[in-house]
């Protein structure tokens, strides 16, 4: 086991565990803008196989409700981070980004995520958490990926 450090305020209120029950599935699933039929069985199949990072909550009335959570795709990259709506801007995002990195780095993986080109927000975030922009590319494939 190690200890994570992020800085939440309500840190006493919240756990950091890896995101492989029902509730992390469709929590992701729900919230992912690819979802498509087969998206569940997909992100069953990453969690299980994968690390994970999930921010639950230990809050009397909502005892481990998913507030953040993150996983590591088929392509070894870091993917489909959400946030519920109603939990947004208090650091939850950045606690599970930053969480998950560490546990690939530990697992002997080498932390990488991709975003749309687009997405300056995104970007921004990537930023912040402590990656930095190594290449452009349209599509990156991983032939005997240990992620699948």
Not at 23 to 35: A, D, M, N, P, T
Not at 46 to 59: C, D, F, I, V
Request: overall charge positive.
């Amino acid at each position: 086991m190690f200890v994570i450090l992020f800085r939440i305020k309500d840190k006493d209120s919240v756990e950091m565990r890896s995101l492989n029950n029902e509730e992390g599935i469709q929590f992701l699933v729900k919230r992912w803008k690819y979802s498509k039929t087969g998206t569940e069985e997909y992100v069953r199949r990453m969690l299980a196989k994968n690390p994970s990072s999930g921010l639950y909550s230990k809050r009397d009335n909502e005892k481990n409700k998913v507030l953040s959570g993150i996983l590591t795709n088929t392509n070894g990259l870091v993917g489909m981070l959400s946030t519920d709506p109603d939990e947004r801007q208090k650091g939850y995002a950045v606690a599970v980004m930053r969480d998950l990195l560490k546990r690939m780095a530990i697992d002997g993986f080498y932390p990488c995520s991709a975003l749309e080109e687009k997405n300056i927000a995104s970007a921004r975030f990537h930023e912040k958490v402590g990656m930095k922009f190594s290449h452009k590319c349209d599509y990156l494939l991983h032939l005997h990926s240990p992620f699948n």
